[in-house]
């Protein structure tokens, strides 16, 4: 059966007035009793705790609600994006993911592109310390701004109707990290939930903490210096082709890759020559590209399988 997401029209959080913190909607009063207005356009909410729609709240007035409309019109993210500011002030363990990247240049004379992929950072946990809520960092504001170590680490929610500032791509303080996490996944968790026996603060605490799909590095600090690794290793690459060039070999039908050639089956024996010092060899497709003599995969042309002599 297809999954199907919370209606976005839907509140999962409501702010209470009595202390200004928010609420899940299985944590307050059935009804008005429930104390609470709307994150977003600060409509008074009422608590709906049936027994068919998911809970949630709704907003108590249509007559105020029909000139607030507008304004209210991503209430569901706001109230999402509002509860996930206070879950991290309270619980601070995110699991990052991986970051990485690639470099990337066009050999005329070999006719073949030359990549060389690095890798920033691989998926790791951090525990946030001097957690502040809604800051401004270099120029933005930003959801969360805290401390990994000596280094600042911020994070800014996106989702419809929120996009990422460009500022935060390349920030004036470069002692940082920065990362956007999506909220829009989270439609999809909360109607879950119901079955799952969770609640709406349940789901979205995990969420934060372990969906690494919904987080994106924006800003990394030693992004700089892997990416200045990578353009070293695409010269000496190129520097290796020129020399070759001169020597008049025929490139012209070699693709250069530098990830290992995908033909199939891993298990199935390749022919693979190597254009640099011309060894040719027979080896699995995982990872039989690699030349023996020359150590690498950058110049490595798959020759087609391997006769199956059984």
């Given amino acids: 059966m297809e999954d199907k997401a919370i209606e976005l029209s839907l509140i999962p959080f409501g702010l209470r007035e009595n202390d200004g913190e928010f609420v899940d909607i299985a944590d307050v009063p ?5 104390g609470c207005v709307c994150p977003s356009c600060k409509t008074p909410l009422i608590a709906r ?3 068919v729609k998911e809970w949630h709240f709704a907003h108590a007035s249509h007559s105020v609600y029909s000139r607030t409309e507008k304004e209210c019109q991503f209430s569901f993210y706001v109230s999402v994006r509002m509860m996930a500011r206070q879950v991290i002030r309270e619980k601070l363990e995110l699991v990052l993911p991986r970051y990485e990247d690639v470099v990337s240049e066009y050999h005329e004379s070999s006719c073949s592109k030359i990549s060389i992929p690095f890798v920033v950072t691989e998926q790791r946990k951090i525990i946030l310390t001097e957690v502040e809520v809604e800051k401004t960092f270099t120029g933005p ?6 401390k990994v170590a000596d280094f600042y680490f911020v994070i800014y ?4 109707g929120r996009s990422v500032p460009i500022t935060l791509f390349n920030p004036a303080d470069k002692k940082c990290g920065i990362i956007s996490i999506s909220l829009e996944p989270v439609a999809r968790l909360f109607s879950q939930s119901k079955d799952n026996k969770e609640s709406y603060h349940e789901v979205l605490q995990n969420f934060l903490t372990n969906h690494v799909e919904s987080k994106r590095w924006l800003f990394h600090p030693r992004y700089e210096h892997c990416e200045n690794e990578a353009k070293q290793k695409l010269e000496k690459g190129k520097g290796h082709i020129e020399k070759e060039a001169v020597k008049n070999i025929d490139m012209k039908n070699v693709t250069i890759s530098s990830v290992p050639v995908d033909t199939g089956d891993n298990n199935k024996l390749g022919n693979y020559q190597c254009v640099i010092c011309h060894t040719s060899w027979q080896a699995s497709n995982r990872g039989g590209n690699v030349c023996p003599k020359c150590d690498t995969h950058l110049y490595v042309s798959f020759k087609g399988y391997a006769e199956n002599k059984t």
Wanted: with cysteine; glycine share 16%; hydrophobic share 20%.
């Fill in 30 to 34: 059935r009804g008005k009793q429930c």
């Fill in 49 to 51: 705790q049936g027994d």
């Fill in 141 to 146: 504001s930003v959801d969360i701004v805290g």
């Fill in 157 to 160: 929610f996106s989702h419809p």
